[in-house]
């Protein structure tokens, strides 16, 4: 009753002296990146209400281009005003921090999202219907799939253009998502940029029930994972009494934090430490793709619309790898002996349970998809080796693996037959005869997965397994090894299945794409070639950007 009347007696001095209550402060220009990408989200759901159907296509693809250059450009200015480094602080009164790994991962994150625009806005694969060109995404999105509703879109030629600013808003969620500097930032973060990929996974115009299907599973185990981090959290603020990444790092460390006495009986309890950081250390790797916590990734990857899978699995990653590299580095670094067990047992199960399962697949999305859970093992050696070396080489690797992922499934919308994407690997067998450039391109990337010298993928498995094996992790590194081994036969196969057999008289044709796509492709090779050809400058700036502010 007392903490009842305590509460109940700061709200009356609150009332009696409004003017004593402080005004919080917001540093604008720090922040300007994700305002840039929050406001062009508005203004882009403002066109959807008033802009004529038959306009709405161009004004948001320009809207959504110029707002990610924009965001972009903010980044390099921060980082150029020495906000990455010397001037690196926490913004918006501690809740976001302003920092190296920060304007880094936002910096990849706009990148990434400004190539997969290019991905979403694609409207030369399909063939024009009733006289109309269409995109990857369903005429009409609440119409029942094979309905009548979904017929008259079709035959009207609309698109779903919301598609644009539902992206804006999942970037601006990403973009926080690695600079939250408490746990309640971490968790809105989270929700805003979870519930409008859940929206995209389910608007693909062909396989809409698949579709649609993976968008439920994505949801509903997106939704226990997002329950699993709020209650850590919970569990986190009665250990330490605050939700700040420094109070808690400050009680673990020493215990020494003033705190309101309903909380007293709490602070300090390990087991409440263990859980809470062991459930919010769940609901990241569940966004990473790590194994236990996996099972959604082959079934979105493959029922998503591919434009929308190339984003997930590369922008995602990014933002989600940078949250928990902050949580382990500046929340519990005094957990190190606790956390780096269970870690170690996680990379190594993602490692070799991504490459084993891949060797099963006949689906080319659902083969990339477990490639993107071996790769989460192999960025993981790099997070244990809790060390400078480790921050920037798994910083690097996310920059390359990126690139290569939004490459491969922009690849992959090209190879189509009468019923769309042509996505069984049967489907690509003598594609190197029938298109050879494709094939080529396709096989560029898959050498980069496999990370083969030469290409970003040697440089960044290089570099975390280095950083692993410089911190005492050698037979992480071992284990890396062999899954990498294993991982490279399933990418060979593909590339043999292309170039060394005989293709089908009924075989998918090889779809001839706009310079949208072709950029992004493009983009990709260039980055995959300049990344493994020349990475120490890549590498240098990584390094440069891997210290956290506390």
Known sequence: MSSVASVHSLWT??????????????????????????????????????????????????????????????VIGLAAGGFGSSKAHLAAMGAIAVDGPALFLQGTILLVSLIAVFTFAERRLDPATHGKRVDSFAAQAAAVPGGEAEQTAVKAGFTTTEVFPILLFAVGGMLVFPAANDLLTLFIALEVFSLPLYILCALARRQRLLSQESAVKYFLLGAFSSAFLLFGVALLYGYAGTVTY????????????????????????????????????????????????HMWTPDVYQGAPTPVTGFMAAATKVAAFGALLRLLYVVLPGMRWDWRPVMWGVAILTMLGGAVLAITQTDIKRLLAYSSIAHAGFILAGVIAASQDGISSVLFYLAAYSFVTLGAFAVVTLVRDAGGEATHLSKWAGLGRRSPLVAAVFAVFLLAFAGIPLTSGFAGKFAVFKAAAESGAGWLVVVGVISSAIAAFFYIRVIVLMFFSEPKADGPTVAVPSVLTSTAIAVGVAATLVLGLAPQYFLDLAGHAGVFIR
């Open 246 to 293: 420094a109070g808690i790092a400050e009680v673990i460390s020493d215990g020494a934090r003033q705190v309101d006495p309903a909380l007293a009986g709490t602070m300090g309890n390990d087991a409440l430490l263990l859980i809470g950081g062991a459930l919010v250390l769940m609901g990241l790797l569940f966004k990473v793709g790590a194994v236990p916590f």
């Open 13 to 74: 001095v609150a009332a009696e002296l409004p003017g004593k209550i402080p005004a919080p402060r917001i540093e604008y220009v720090q922040l300007s990146p994700t305002l840039i990408i929050l406001g062009a989200a508005i203004v882009g759901v403002l066109i959807e209400a008033f802009l004529p159907r038959r306009s709405r296509y161009y004004a948001q693809v320009l809207l959504t281009v110029v707002a990610l250059a924009a965001a972009f450009a903010a």
